[in-house]
């Protein structure tokens, strides 16, 4: 979590975190592999796509918005 103190961990999620319990099968540490993987994806992904964005917006000059 983001504050105006700066990064906070939010104790909900890490208590879900702890609580978890561990993989008993093959099948299980692999479904858990993958979200992870997935998790991990998400920000390059995200910050590919904005890209452009922040870069138009700094450029403000030259954009004009046309519907």
């Known amino acids: 979590m983001l504050t105006n103190r700066g990064i906070e961990a ?3 999620k890490c208590q879900a975190i702890i609580d978890m ?3 008993a099968s093959v099948k299980e540490v692999q479904q858990l592999m993958g979200r ?11 910050s590919e796509k904005a890209f452009h964005f922040f870069s138009t917006l700094r450029k403000s000059d030259r954009f004009v918005w046309t519907p």
Request: glycine residues 0%; positive net charge.
């Open 10 to 12: 939010n104790s909900e």
């Open 21 to 23: 319990r561990s993989p």
């Open 36 to 46: 992870v993987a997935a998790l991990a994806k998400f920000p390059s992904c995200s």
